[in-house]
């Protein structure tokens, strides 16, 4: 099924059961992930709250698209956006038969996120939430009103209290959740000038994304940069990319969902970024394509495979390229992020950008944590304080873990040796923002000889401190959990 009209009055029971914010971004600029172990004695409740929250909160894919219509038109703000997701711990614990889990369609949903085999930190390294916490459930909640937000949170968790801590209420009467069984995690929009979204680093983010409506196709044709009559690369994407039944009986369908919390290192960052533009002789505004390259992008979003320089109309959007003419890596490295990430089947011999297009995901992340300070290139790294504490949270939907995210993570960004089609006698080396392992060392086109390469290292200052796998269930299947467990 390819991308869907959604004011064709046929989709609307598809799009009524799904949640929101799967098919397309819930666009909020502020945002709450919240972590919940529900009490060993509280099953009962905690499956009749999941039912309620189901039926009076939780927005469909139909009620987004209609607030983003509203919006559109009126100007009235989409107001609170709430999704609810479970783990393969959660549905142990609510009871779910084995036949009528996710399990069934994707097995490292039930091994979970701590045995997924990525190269992350030890478990005893991950932060208390998903480290301590047994996480049976995550409600996203959204808002562009931080106080809006801070209220819903409030009474969210006002609702799910007793459900956690069960018979074991502390004395004082103060709400020690952080310490129990719950953990949330705030997210925080950055955006530019251009008003396009930013990740710490100073990089526009969430550019390439699947498109799964043909007003978005259709959006996007109309915008090619540089010419519109060429397609060098198609974001149109079919349901099946991220749509997949329940279980293998199912008709109503769900998605896979990745939650991972990386910390950015803004600081030594930029250090390093300066560094890297001395050491391939990259002076005054050129220095700026050193972070490109690492990127593959420069922070307007301009892509370094089209231009040498930032500042390409509509670079925040810019999406329509393929790497057919820069198949030696001379623009845009291999090991470049977004190249790593995306090959667009420039990766494998005989590969296509139809085979690539398979492993992409819908993103949604966001970035967590505030900074005082610009990112812009100009800005001196010596202003950003040391350490981390911002980051981003990263998440996804997808069809398949084992075919989507873990294949993204394993098999190009921490594979040395990808693309598989890069023509240097030495390994590509590892994305050198989310890659993990042993080599760092990376080719870069040396700015210093006029041609050639040459091996420079770039520290791994993305550190992940955490995550889960959840699945996000229909809205029926959730309202459902209303009724007795079934064996």
Known sequence: MSAIDQNDTANDELLGAIQGNILKGHGRDRTANIFLEFHPDRIGQARAWIAQFAHTTVTSA???LAQTERFKRHKVPGGLFAGLYISAAGYDFLGVPEALRPDTIDSPFGRGMREAQLNDPPVDKWEPTFRALKIHVMV????DDKLALSKAVAELIGTVRPLTIGADIPP????HFMS?????????????ANGDGLEHFGYVDGISQPLFFRDEVELDKSERVPNAKVQAWDPEAELDLVLVPEHRD?????????FRKL???VRAFKLAERELADQLCLKGESAELAGAMLVGRFEDGTPVTMLNQPGMIGSGNANNFNYDDDQLGRQCPFHGHVRKT???????????AADDKLRMMARRGIPYGQRDVSTDFDCQPEQFPDGGGVGLLFQSFQASLERQFEFIQKSWANNIQFPFTNPGPDATGLDPLIGQGDMRD??????????????LSFPALVTMKGGEYFFAPSLPTLRGFANPVQH
């Open 62 to 64: 139909k009620e987004q």
């Open 140 to 143: 996203l909640l959204g808002h």
């Open 172 to 175: 004082d009467g103060i709400d």
């Open 180 to 192: 129990t069984k719950i953990g949330i995690e705030y997210g925080n929009a950055i955006r530019n």
């Open 250 to 258: 199912a008709q109503t369908r769900g998605s896979f969902f990745v």
């Open 263 to 265: 910390e950015q290192d």
């Open 342 to 352: 995306n090959p667009r089947g420039s990766g494998v011999e005989g590969g296509s």
């Open 442 to 455: 990376n080719s870069w086109p040396s700015g210093c000889s006029g041609s050639g390469t040459t091996k």
